[in-house]
């Protein structure tokens, strides 16, 4: 069993920056693949980043490459997304997810989630 909690979500106006940190508990944070998805009204929630266990490995949705960053410190039990460069379309729920050890884009197979934290982006 993995708990995540989210932070750093905000108000921030668009070209704006923010840091999305995620800490978990649980035993065995570094045999998880860390994932941060959004979610706005209506649609379905959609991955932005993920990054394997061993922080050897990460993806990026196509709308967000070479404005965000994901790490994650596993001595620590927390993972982050750097977030710059935003944009209105940015604005979303943003959630964090964990699942065990192959590291993939889909919401559906991943087994734990956090509460979720607002970003909003203003124009």
């Known amino acids: 069993q993995v708990q995540l909690v989210e932070s750093g979500g905000g108000l921030v106006p668009a070209g704006g920056s923010l840091r999305g940190s995620c800490g978990a508990s649980?035993?065995?944070?570094?045999?998880?693949?860390m994932g941060w998805f959004r979610e706005t009204t209506g649609k379905e929630r959609d991955v932005v980043a993920a990054i394997s266990s061993g922080a050897l490995s990460t993806y990026y949705a196509d709308s967000v490459k070479g404005r965000f960053t994901i790490s994650r410190d596993n001595a620590k039990n927390t993972v982050c997304l750097q977030m710059a460069s935003l944009k209105p379309e940015d604005t979303a729920v943003y959630y964090c997810a964990a699942r065990r050890y192959i590291m993939t884009r889909r919401a559906e197979e991943y087994d734990y989630w956090g509460q979720g934290t607002q970003v909003t982006v203003s124009s």
């Open positions: 649980g035993r065995a944070f570094r045999t998880y693949v």
